[in-house]
């Protein structure tokens, strides 16, 4: 009863296809690419050994796999499950069959064919992976059925299917791949035509959820929502009384990434919230912290229980109080009474260490009796430090004022809580300190400055300001860390060969360089502009990326620069929502241009060094193994779910959305994406240029290629500049193309300190002018 449908597996099947196609048209391409190769190569020097085993592994993505994934599922008594797996493993079987007779074999050189040491007889490869494609469909068939432990070791065998198919010779990497998105698509098949647990929520299988919880429901009547909030339902006893049901069928306490970014600029001190790992636990959760604060005084919606649907999501049962929501209600009809109400519910929260936050309008529920009464607990917290109710402080006045106005609001909250808790709520009146569903709540109806301007009045104190993100400490660790780099890294060669090089550089070439540092930083100023959809100030805009050479570049994460722009578009008149999406835009076009580009240079790498003869020997093999098992049990921990993986899809998601405007604007599109390739191409021409002040003979391709990887990789690294980890990856990437250490060294460190660090000193001169005149 629990059984449905969802739209996502319709994506899931487009990217599914997609994928198979674009690695179609790569195997169709003559030859195999050498980083292909290598990892071929290399994985056939695993001991011959583990053959036996290995064969035996790939049964599971064989017809011995699918009769007894089938077979044991209807054993237990799940035909459902048997039915899905029992047609994902045979469609995967006969796509990929389909797919050898259409396609033919992929030919390969004999140089590979000769370093195939299991015995590989021809010269040839199916396309795509048979065994993948079917140990993948069916996972995925049955990922719905499963635990999340469960259904991790499912995939965690799939890698191993695929890791066989390429030691034992029957496929390429390639159609490895590829045979794991065509069996992801063919597991997902089932879903769309018979449905899957979760997907769906009947109203049987509520009312029998009610029946098994001990209630006697005469109607159950679900109401309207949106379709990212949580099913809800009113009930009607046998005994006349009303009840309200919330399912609630997904994680809705998310603060994302793009949500912590912003409370960052805004300089908010606060501490991250617990996070929560099932919705059953949200269920449970909230109804914690409901009894908590009704036994603290506070008026809340009382809570009667809390369950689960089987083979369905969890519920939270309240009962139905009638009476208005404070967003439905006139100015006239909020008395003042009602509102010290409200904020003496507020101080008894922070009495008792309860935060609320999500105090919006729509969930204070003022009943027949003129009493607020605050529900949706979804997104509160139980034993934070004192000060967070200075959150709460300020969602509800910002909540307050889009109800009565900005006045009464300061007026009644002055009158009620402590000075220090509405001073503490002042940096929170941003929105960059307030979630989306505050902005949606306030757009067009209240002014956060005016409402801060307001309250810092009514409280004789400042209102906060932007200031200079570099802190005595950063700039502490940029020099300790400067030093270090500079001075240690050339030890990797002779320090005596490097101070020659350096001393021999055609100081011309030099001049090159840092020309094209600067020429990057001032095209960088097109991503601004091409990012937002207002006209902004040619001049000023370049000035702001000139200084933001200083503010970015001396930060961990680069959040001077997001900082200062935003200061920028915010002095021009831009709503802060506004601006915000601009930068959000902006690091998803850095995103997703340097993620292209460095694909590209990987492959370009890989044309230029010899990377099928390069041997790695048995025990790096097991030490990528080690540090891989421990990758896959972070990721696989609670920790790496709620912390990593969940976040990241989150990042990802908003990206594509921030993105969506500009592909539909051609202007937009130019100026974004000329800023984002011009400032990697430049800086990479620096690179070159320095390069070529110690030795006329390089590959140039490649140099940029190295430089575009070793930037990007290295920028992951959480130092202000990608400190230590760019200069390694530049040295690694230019002594593997063979160029002599200590000309690599000497110019990898002479390239950053000219093209990344020489323009943060006209950055601060800029930046200090800049703040003499308003502009930032």
Known sequence: MSIGRHPADVARLVLAAGVVVACLFAARAP????????????????????????????????????????????????????????????????????????????????????????????????????????AAALATAAGPYLTRTVRGAAWVVVIAVAVADVVLAYNLPLGVFAGGFLGWGAGTLPHLALGAPGRGTSRQAVLVALQQAGL???????????????????????????????????????????????????????????????????????????????????????????????????????????????????????????????????????????????????????????????????????????????????????????????????????????????????????????????????AGQVSLSALREALADALDCPVPSFHSPVQPTTLALLIAGGLAVYLLLPELSS????????????????????????????????????????????????????????????????????????????????????????????????????????????????????????????QWWVAAAGVAAVLVGVLVSRFGRIRLLRPGIRLAREMWHSMLPVLRSPRRLVLLVTGEVGFLLLSAGGLAATLAAFTPHFPVLAVLAVFVVGSTLGQLLPTPGGLGAVEGALIAGLTALGLDPADAIAAALVNRALTFWLPVLPGVVVFRILQQRGTV
């Open 495 to 618: 320090i005596g060969e490097v101070r020659s090089a350096v001393l021999r550089a055609d100081w011309r070439y030099l001049l090159v360089a840092v020309g094209a540092g600067m020429a990057a930083v001032l095209i960088s100023a097109l991503t601004i502009l091409g990012a937002c959809t207002e006209r902004l100030p040619v001049g000023r805009t370049v000035a702001v990326q000139v200084a933001a050479a200083f503010t970015g570049r001396t930060t961990a994460g680069a959040l001077g620069f997001y900082g200062i722009n935003l200061s920028f578009l915010e002095r021009l008149g831009l709503p802060r929502a506004h601006a915000v999406g601009v930068l959000v835009l902006n690091r998803a076009a850095t995103f997703v241009v340097a993620g292209l580009m460095t694909v590209v240079g990987v492959l370009i790498i890989g044309n230029a060094v010899p990377v099928g003869t390069v041997h790695i020997g048995w």
């Open 216 to 442: 006697d429901p005469a109607t159950v009547t679900p109401l309207r929502r949106r379709w990212n909030e949580p099913l809800r339902y009113d009930i009607v006893d046998t005994a006349g009384e009303r009840l309200q049901m919330k399912v609630v069928r997904r994680l809705h306490r998310s603060a994302g990434p793009g949500y912590q970014t912003r409370r960052l600029l805004a300089s908010v001190e606060t501490e991250h919230d617990a996070r929560l790992s099932t919705p059953r636990h949200e269920v449970e959760h909230e109804a914690y912290v409901t009894l908590l604060a009704e036994r603290a005084g506070v008026g809340t919606v009382p809570v009667l229980l809390a369950g689960e649907i089987h083979y369905g999501p969890p519920f939270l049962i309240r009962r139905a109080i009638g009476g208005r929501l404070l967003s439905e209600l006139g100015p006239a009809e909020v008395d003042d009474g009602l509102l010290a109400q409200l904020w003496r519910d507020v101080a008894a929260l922070g009495a008792v260490h309860i935060a609320h936050h999500d105090l919006r309008a729509q969930n204070i529920l003022v009943d027949g009796e003129g009493c607020p009464r605050i529900v949706d607990f979804t997104f509160s917290r139980v034993g934070g430090p004192p000060g967070q109710a200075a959150q709460d402080a300020a969602e509800l006045l910002v909540s307050v004022a889009s109800v009565v106005g900005i006045h009464r609001a300061v007026q009644s909250a002055v009158r009620t809580l402590p000075a220090d808790t509405l001073r503490d709520a002042l940096p929170h009146l941003q929105t960059l300190a307030l979630h989306h569903r505050f902005r949606r709540q306030f």
């Open 31 to 134: 030859g195999v690419n050498p980083v292909e190769q290598s990892i071929f190569t290399e994985l056939q020097r695993l001991p011959a050994g583990l053959d036996r085993a290995l064969h035996v592994l790939t049964w599971a993505g064989w017809w011995p796999g699918i009769v007894l994934a089938a077979g044991t599922a209807a054993y237990l008594g799940r035909a459902r499950l048997s039915l899905a797996l029992a047609w994902s493993g045979a469609v995967a079987w006969l796509l990929a069959l389909l797919m050898h007779a259409l396609i033919g074999h992929r030919e390969v050189s004999a140089g590979l064919v000769a370093a195939a040491t299991r015995g590989l007889a021809t010269g040839t490869f199916d396309f795509p992976s048979t065994h993948v494609a079917i």
